[in-house]
């Protein structure tokens, strides 16, 4: 059997299939590479109009889920699409309810500042009006009038009484007294009752006529007190209306487009009036809570609370890294004052679904699970198509406290979750809604084929990162050993990673390098340079355990034969960095049942697929050599100084090659190592990690022993399209120095390994007698005959024995 040639050892980048000398002559790509399925789900779901159309994009981190999501917004958001700004201000009439203005984007900013000049005049003319000449002589002379008025009537009454002998006297503040007069002094008690009857009868008529007349003159002065206040309101109003209503009556000309404004100034205008000492008291607590708020001082009552803010033809695109529920949502702040706690519209603060209202809010799913009560109010936010500001803490306790209620804003809003496919199949699985309310999955892949075209197509967007990250332009050779390494990241040879995040590293580490050179341009050498900084970093552990090959701690062979020993191939993974390692897989077999012991399974080391692996070779065993006869011959298998969890069914043809050499006796080659996993039928499967198990034995080789010439490793023939061996392994190759070979079927591996020919049936099922199988077969039918022997023994020293 021929080992491997060259070329399929390692796939290289032909520099005529780059027609460029640098990415500078590269247009950079405005999309990301190879994500047409996902583009095509997002470009969808954007366009569609109705509700529940929002975005799941499935994929493990670094694929660019997220960047290609801002490219795609970036250059396909529908511009016509009007946006608004939206604002809070104070409801006169229900406070704890502050009402929503809806204004077209941009105008929002405009009525605030319109306010702040309004206001801004008023803090100025009203205590100026209000405390001038002319006002305050108006004023009084109106408090005459009325003052004036209710003296006379009194008097009246006064009169009428001095008549009668009795005296009218104030007790209190609109409080009246009637009192029976002796001369100058009024009665006491005891004059009064020394009094004669018919006097004291008189005196309590007459006292009774004047408290009727008193009271209805009370009642006369009651009504010129509400008359009076009317007509000092009336006064206020004409006063006000000179100072503000040009300006009112300006600004409502000014938005009359839009009823719900001009509805709030029309009430500012009626408000004004009620609530004048805000403006001619100096409010301390006005003056604390704006300086608390970091606001202006101003009348906080009639201000105007922008929440949201958009530029003109500029939808929304958010991106809430830390999506909590105040973050999401938005929130009420308070402001302490002298030990109150405090509240308004003004302090209402908005969250990313207002920011994002009328356009598109992108998150990760993970970080929205992650927080309390963020997934449920994200979902009756999306059913309600509404935003309500809810304080979260009156959603975890059940004592109310009080504070206001703004009014809920209408939410049109596309909502882009980001998150790997366990987190998707989770809330598939588990919650109802989440189908429903995200209805497209942007499903991204982790590579794309490799041609001469997505060749081109790859070394644009590397161009586009080198013009993004602000890096050196690279070389058509450096483009070339950076799209090798991505199909060896990619682990196939038509194959190129689309993991974006790491080719980005890539480039940033070998730009660093090429700085360092003082060259101008990224080159392969550069590249090369970051590959090796990049796993000297990782490679610790790895180096760990080559020492304990060198120093002869771990036992592995790389020369000579031996029955019933394979060096079989495994892949360690130490956190993003993988290696493979030689581990040595023994069999012995011993007179019993047939069956096959997996010692790792039995002392709980083996995985379920390893402990499958073990049952495909008992089952491939028992169909080639005990169909008629049972097999006498019992073996136990097991991974050498392994002292950890195996898993996996690679080995199992290491595995299966140990227990036919120690069936047979034939000894097994020690220097070439095999992986690989078969079915039933003897075919051979593919495996993973082919690349790092290679080059594993072949540093293994180089550390025991030194490079022989005869040493190499096995592979299934289906993974030869995804070797993209390290250039040192290739060079040995070249030099004929190591050697890789493809197997198809057990038989051919069995060939390479034992040095003798499998043996294939004939019409009677018997094999030839040299070859593996042959040997197998007749020492087993030795065993049934030593058996039959034993048997017609016993049975003629007891034949009741059946």
Not at 143 to 151: A, H, L, P, R, S
Not at 389 to 416: F, Q
Request: charged share 25%; proline share 3%; with cysteine.
């Amino acid at each position: 059997m021929k080992s491997l040639p060259l070329h399929q050892l390692y796939k290289s980048c032909v520099l005529k299939d780059l027609p460029f000398k640098t990415t500078r002559q590269l247009e950079p790509l405005s999309e990301i590479v190879g994500q047409n399925r996902a583009q095509e789900a997002v470009r969808f779901a954007l366009a569609m109009p109705h509700g529940g159309y929002n975005v799941y994009a499935v994929g493990r981190n670094g694929l660019g889920k997220r960047t290609m999501m801002l490219r795609y917004l970036e250059h396909h958001v529908d511009t016509d699409q009007q946006t608004h700004d939206w604002c809070y201000v104070a409801n006169f009439e229900e406070p704890r309810n502050p009402k929503l203005l809806k204004l077209p984007s941009g105008m929002g900013t405009e009525l605030k500042q319109d306010m702040e000049k309004l206001m801004s005049r008023l803090v100025k003319m009203i205590p100026q009006t209000f405390e001038g000449d002319n006002f305050l002589e108006r004023a009084e002379s109106l408090k005459d009038e009325y003052g004036k008025k209710q003296e006379d009537e009194l008097e009246k009454v006064a009169e009428q009484a001095k008549r009668k002998k009795v005296r009218l006297t104030v007790t209190t503040p609109g409080g009246y007294r009637l009192v029976a007069m002796n001369g100058e002094e009024p009665h006491t008690a005891e004059t009064f009752q020394e009094l004669s009857e018919e006097q004291r009868q008189k005196f309590e008529e007459v006292i009774t006529k004047l408290e009727k007349k008193l009271r209805q003159a009370v009642r006369k002065l009651a009504d010129w007190e509400q008359e009076y206040a009317e007509k000092q309101q009336a006064l206020n109003q004409e006063t006000l209306e000179a100072i503000s209503g040009h300006q009112i009556d300006e600004l409502t000309e000014k938005y009359k487009d839009l009823p719900d404004v001009v509805a709030h100034l029309e009430a500012i205008r009626g408000d004004l009036a009620e609530n004048l000492d805000i403006f001619l008291d100096d409010d301390d607590e006005q003056a604390a809570i704006a300086y608390a708020s970091l606001e202006k001082k101003m009348p906080r009552r009639y201000l105007v609370n922008v929440v949201v803010h958009q530029k003109n033809n500029e939808v929304p695109v958010v991106v809430e890294d830390n999506p909590t529920y105040h973050n999401l949502f938005g929130y009420v702040e308070n402001v302490t004052y002298k030990g109150t706690v405090f509240t308004d519209f003004s302090l209402i603060r908005p969250g990313s679904l207002h920011k994002a209202n009328g356009g598109y809010l992108l998150m990760d799913a993970i970080k929205v699970l992650e927080q309390s009560f963020v997934w449920d109010g994200l979902k009756r936010a999306l059913r309600s198509r509404s935003i309500q500001i809810n304080s979260l803490e009156r959603e975890l306790t059940l004592s109310g406290t009080i504070s206001i209620e703004p009014e809920a804003v209408p939410l049109d809003v596309k909502i882009v979750l980001f998150g790997d496919r366990e987190t998707w199949m989770l809330l598939q699985e588990h919650d109802p809604e989440f189908a429903e309310l995200f209805r497209v999955t942007a499903d991204f892949e982790n590579e794309m084929y490799r041609s001469d075209d997505s060749q081109m197509l790859y070394a644009k967007f590397i161009a586009s990162l080198v013009v993004e990250k602000e890096l050196l332009h690279c070389t058509n050779k450096g483009v070339a050993r950076i799209i090798e390494h991505s199909a060896r990241m990619a682990e196939h040879q038509d194959r190129l990673s689309l993991h974006a995040a790491d080719i980005a590293n890539l480039l940033r580490e070998s730009d660093f390098w090429a700085r360092q050179a003082g060259a101008k341009l990224i080159s392969e050498v550069h590249v090369e340079r970051a590959l090796e900084s990049a796993k000297y970093r990782s490679s610790r552990i790895r180096d760990q355990f080559y020492d304990s090959i060198r120093d002869g701690s771990t036992l592995v062979s790389t020369t000579g034969t031996c029955v019933g020993q394979v060096n079989a191939l495994s892949v360690l993974s130490t956190g993003g960095f993988e290696f493979g390692l030689s581990n040595r897989v023994t069999a012995t077999c011993y007179y019993g049942d047939g069956g096959v012991m997996d010692i790792e399974r039995d002392v709980k080391l083996g995985g379920n697929l390893h402990s499958k692996g073990v049952m495909i070779i008992s089952s491939w065993l028992a169909s080639h050599f005990s169909v008629d006869d049972p097999m006498h011959l019992s073996a136990s298998l097991t991974f050498e100084q392994n002292y950890g969890e195996v898993d996996g069914d690679s080995a199992s043809l290491a595995e299966l090659v140990a227990l036919l050499s120690s069936l047979s006796g034939v000894p097994v080659r020690q220097d070439m190592a095999i992986t690989g996993s078969f079915n039933q039928f003897g075919q051979v499967q593919p495996i993973g990690g082919v690349n790092e198990k290679v080059e594993g034995f072949f540093a293994t080789c180089e550390l025991k022993d030194g490079l022989t010439g005869t040493q190499g490793v096995i592979i299934p023939h289906t993974n030869v399209q995804n070797l993209m061996l390290d250039m040192e392994v290739v060079k040995a190759c070249r030099a004929g120095e190591f050697s890789v070979y493809p197997v198809a079927t057990v038989e051919e591996a069995i060939t390479l390994l034992l040095g003798k020919p499998a043996g294939k049936a004939d019409a009677k099922g018997r094999y030839p007698k040299q070859s593996v199988f042959g040997i197998i077969q007749q020492r087993l039918e030795k065993m049934r005959e030593h058996e039959r022997q034993e048997h017609a023994r016993d049975e003629h020293k007891d034949p009741s024995i059946h």
